[in-house]
């Protein structure tokens, strides 16, 4: 079996004292590809670096979080734009609007995710969406910019099947499933019941969010089984198919 980390900060600073161990033991766990998503210009050269050590399995990605988003948002952008034209980059991400920590940058968020939207299509790539407690003002920048040529994923899915379905509606993305699926009381399982898993793919968010049993402590790309052995249970299918299907959706995404 196979599996994809749609989703991971292995480079940040809670691997620091053993990255190369939580890789291996991802690779023994069959995790052998991990999509890295960007922060902000800060996390661009460690997220490199993990990458030139690990060109067959880490796959970046360039965008500015939602959480990093300042009043010099374009400064960092025009920064980013540059770095796309001498390297190779899977996705603009994680990228989006979050109103779960701070409302009054509202404006700057909205105006860098379109700006960010722009950007990957003119380089032909997916968009990672990070989206906490914004569907509305996500769906309704999306609803403005989707077309054939939009597509990705929205990252740590938790909302209802209503918004799902939103989701479905716009044809080419997909939903990131992580550790959240199996917390007892998040209601997640209920709603990824109802969503044919041609529109799932799997993700850790590591070091964030780590499933039960290990809630509460540092997540890692290996923990990506449980998540998937939970996702199996819901949807009633084997392991196997899990760890098939949700790669290929995967590679339907990011084109490798």
Same mark, same amino acid.
């Given at each position: 079996?196979?599996?994809?980390?749609?989703?991971?900060?292995?480079?940040?600073?809670?691997?620091d004292e053993d990255r190369e161990?939580?890789?291996k033991t991802?690779?023994?766990?069959?995790?052998?590809?991990?999509?890295?998503?960007?922060?902000?210009?800060?996390?661009?050269?460690?997220m490199m670096d993990l990458v030139d050590q690990y060109p067959s399995n880490c796959f970046p990605?360039?965008?500015?979080?939602?959480?990093?988003?300042?009043?010099?948002?374009?400064?960092?952008?025009?920064?980013?734009?540059?770095?796309?034209n001498d390297h190779t980059f899977y996705a603009i991400g994680e990228i989006g609007i979050d109103l779960y920590w701070n409302k009054t940058l509202l404006?700057?968020?909205?105006?860098?995710?379109?700006?960010?939207?722009?950007?990957?299509k003119k380089h032909k790539l997916p968009i990672v969406i990070h989206a906490r407690d914004s569907f509305d003002e996500i769906f309704e920048i999306i609803d403005q910019y989707n077309d054939d040529a939009l597509t990705g994923i929205f $990252?740590?899915?938790?909302? #209802?099947?209503?918004?799902?379905?939103?989701?479905?509606? !716009?044809? =080419?993305?997909?939903?990131?499933?992580?550790?959240?699926?199996?917390f007892k009381n998040s209601g997640l399982d209920k709603v990824v019941k109802d969503?044919?898993?041609? $529109?799932?793919?799997?993700? #850790?968010?590591?070091?964030?969010?780590?499933?039960?049993? !290990?809630? =509460?402590?540092?997540?890692?790309?290996?923990?990506?089984?449980?998540i998937a052995h939970k996702l199996a249970e819901v949807k009633n299918i084997s392991i196997n198919e899990i760890a098939e299907i949700t790669t290929d959706n995967s590679k339907s995404i990011f084109g490798i």
């Open positions: 079996m196979t599996f994809t980390d749609t989703h991971a900060h292995v480079y940040a600073s809670q691997f161990q939580a890789i991802s690779l023994d766990q069959g995790i052998s590809r991990i999509f890295l998503p960007n922060i902000d210009r800060d996390s661009v050269r460690g990605m360039i965008g500015l979080h939602p959480c990093s988003v300042k009043e010099n948002w374009q400064e960092e952008l025009h920064y980013y734009e540059s770095l796309l404006n700057e968020q909205q105006e860098a995710f379109i700006y960010q939207i722009k950007l990957a $990252h740590c899915f938790t909302g #209802t099947l209503n918004q799902a379905n939103k989701i479905i509606d !716009y044809k =080419g993305f997909k939903m990131g499933v992580g550790g959240v699926l199996t969503i044919d898993i041609k $529109h799932l793919v799997l993700e #850790t968010d590591a070091p964030y969010l780590a499933p039960h049993p !290990y809630r =509460g402590k540092r997540n890692e790309p290996s923990y990506l089984k449980v």
